[in-house]
């Protein structure tokens, strides 16, 4: 598989599962493992894995605030 198909379908299956959680703590949660999960494995390609897990984190984390605050309602028109 191409490293940017990998990281396509790591990235759709990181925000599939950020909206698992009933609370805000728990999505926030969600988001932050299955990102720091998700960017270990695609940084383990260039031999940066601590690095991956770091940024693919903050990059969870922000997407389980974001799918948060839309299940709250915060982006409505």
């Known amino acids: 598989m ?6 396509l379908l790591a990235a759709a299956a990181g925000l599939a599962m950020t909206g698992c959680g009933d609370t805000s703590r728990a999505r926030v949660a969600t988001g932050t493992g299955m990102g720091a999960a998700t ?7 260039s031999a940066n894995a601590g690095t991956g897990a770091l940024i693919g984190a903050g990059v969870g984390a922000l997407g ?7 299940a709250r309602g915060s982006f409505s028109n």
């Open 39 to 45: 960017g270990a494995i695609i940084g383990s390609f």
């Open 64 to 70: 389980g605030v974001l799918v948060d605050e839309h």
């Open 2 to 7: 191409k490293p940017i198909a990998i990281l």
